[in-house]
T-cell receptor
Framework: GQNIDQPTEMTATEGAIVQINCTYQTSGFNGLFWYQQHAGEAPTFLSYNVLDGLEEKGRFSSFLSRSKGYSYLLLKELQMKDSASYLCAVLTGGGNKLTFGTGTQLKVEL | GAGVSQSPRYKVAKRGQDVALRCDPISGHVSLFWYQQALGQGPEFLTYFQNEAQLDKSGLPSDRFFAERPEGSVSTLKIQRTQQEDSAVYLC????????????FGSGTRLTVV
């Protein structure tokens, strides 16, 4: 079966850095995605990792270790608008199916 | 179109009623996916199309759920004899080829069964 774990909730301060962890055990692996989802809205793509290492894109970075089944999303210089759910998802099924974790609800406070 | 469009945005159905949810993917996107998202949870896979072919329907929770994409573009998810546990947001996503390029999601249809 597929198992993707991430914390349910996190709270951080505006301007700070936060790291959201994700561990996975899946049958097959074709890459790992992070999505951001504001309440009542569609998930939007943040990052994609298929090789080990760090991918940086502006204030957001994502890291992958395939041998450990582990990824994290790093958000820097937090802004109030970053308050949202962050979804970790693994691509399986020959590259055709995204399996999602339950999401981490991030609250950014003043 | 510019994005994935879903309609209706909200649907309230009486228990036992049939509903049909529509998805217009991005023009030219070969792959189309349906997901179900319960409140406070991540999206759960329902079914996948490549053009008009339904290649994976392993996530459909019961035979009351049926999806089609007859011309390889617009897709419809139909739920027969709705039950309260069907209440959720139904998300549609499309991608160019396989999911390696990431999905573009629609805003979803929020179904409430009363």
């Amino acid at each position: 079966g597929q198992n993707i774990d991430q914390p349910t909730e996190m709270t951080a301060t505006e301007g700070a850095i936060v790291q959201i962890n994700c561990t996975y055990q899946t049958s097959g692996f074709n890459g790992l995605f992070w999505y951001q989802q504001h309440a009542g809205e569609a998930p939007t793509f943040l990052s994609y990792n298929v090789l080990d290492g760090l991918e940086e894109k502006g204030r957001f970075s994502s890291f992958l270790s395939r041998s450990k089944g582990y990824s994290y999303l790093l958000l820097k210089e937090l802004q109030m608008k970053d308050s949202a759910s962050y979804l970790c998802a693994v691509l399986t099924g020959g590259g055709n199916k995204l399996t999602f974790g339950t999401g981490t609800q991030l609250k950014v406070e003043l | 179109g510019a994005g994935v469009s879903q309609s209706p945005r909200y649907k309230v159905a009486k228990r036992g009623q049939d509903v049909a949810l529509r998805c217009d993917p991005i023009s030219g996107h070969v792959s189309l996916f349906w997901y179900q998202q319960a409140l406070g949870q991540g999206p759960e896979f329902l079914t996948y199309f490549q053009n008009e072919a339904q290649l994976d329907k392993s996530g459909l929770p019961s035979d009351r759920f049926f999806a089609e994409r007859p011309e390889g573009s617009v897709s419809t998810l139909k739920i027969q004899r709705t039950q309260q546990e069907d209440s959720a947001v139904y998300l549609c996503a499309s991608s160019e080829v396989s999911g390696n390029y990431g999905y573009t999601f629609g805003s979803g249809t929020r179904l409430t069964v009363v």
